[in-house]
């Protein structure tokens, strides 16, 4: 790959021109058959330039306006559009296979998107990634909401932003900027190759305190300052000191996964996959309880058979229709909440049966394996959560309350 700059395609060419040459030559000395037609030439630029042909040999060289290079699609005026259309049609790909298999566990799902479906997306994201604009980035969100309702089975309209922090995914934003800060991490310490180290600017030596670690580039324009090294840079002196200072790659992306993921709960994997996907959807706050369906116009109420507001806090506590579950349920719990059932409050007790006693605490996972069992035998027992085919969705229940 040859690449040159210069003030005119004039000059550009000539110096092409001249290395292509050279490597001719060398091709005729070692018999090394280079074919001229397999080769591109292309001009970037944001402006229509006027072009002078390239030669290899005694051959011309075709000149694009877009290029596939080590997978990546490049053109002239350097934008992404093409990169972000071909992500979304293997994306999609990905998908309707994993829609095939969508009865595996929450668990082996996760692990399926992380390997197979965000790997396309990633792929030389730090190249292309800083410079998307808003409605590329909305592009590449919406792919990963649609995976993460895949993963967890969650129902439509639920908040992209609980659906990611409920699976521990970053969103698209998050995801350029650690996957960026790691690369900066092996560029600055000389972990890559010595050409993109070259591309560093010089360190900063500054007399005043201040957080920057670099120089300015010379040439800041809007387009260039949403490239690579001036979006990491810029998010790097933004770092704590000693994050920046940290000698170990290892600790340096645990610590830097802490401040930009959300914090991942493993008991959320806990169950079956059906079971497991009532109680998540009661936690993303979008089920078929009333509550949940009246206002996205699926039910004609909000409230409950027995009269009362139809809430998770209601249905898991309250309503008399499933006093038998409740109390096997509560006797479960006996046994397994630190304290009993009732010195808690209703809020604090509720909070409890959907994201587990201490969430935060790794060593409470197995204390919350089992009180999610338990809550999930009960959403089973009820039936009240169940898609029901003949009324869609659960009309039965879509009454309204006594007078």
Partial sequence: TLVARANSTYETTNILNRDLAKIYNWALTWKVAFNASKSKDIIFSKSLLPSHPTILGLQFIERVHLHKHLGLYINSSLTWDKQIEIIVKKVNFKLSIMWQVKELSRQCLDVLFKLHVRSSIDYAITVFGPSLNDSQIKTLDNLNYRAARLVTGAQKYTSSEKLLNELGWENTTKRIEYLCLTQFYKIIHRQTTPLVHECLPPRLNSNY??????????????FFVNSFFPF?????????????????????????????????FRHFHVGFKYPNTLHTQLRLGRSFLNCHLFPIGQSITKYCQCGNLE????????CNQYDQARGQLFQKLEGLLENKPNTYTKQSLCQILLCGEKPHLPEKYVHNKH???????????????????????????NVAPPE
């Fill in 209 to 222: 305190p201040t957080n920057r670690t670099f120089q300015h580039y010379p040439f800041m324009s809007s």
């Fill in 232 to 264: 990491t840079i810029k998010k790097w002196d933004q770092l704590h000191t000693d994050l920046r200072n940290e000698p170990d790659f290892t600790l340096f992306k645990i610590k830097l996964k802490e401040k930009l993921k959300p914090m991942k």
């Fill in 311 to 318: 809430s998770v806090q209601h249905f898991l506590l309250d």
């Fill in 371 to 397: 009180i999610f069992y338990a809550v999930q035998t009960f959403l089973c027992k009820t039936k009240r959560l169940f898609y029901n085919e003949q009324n869609k969705p659960n009309r039965q229940n």
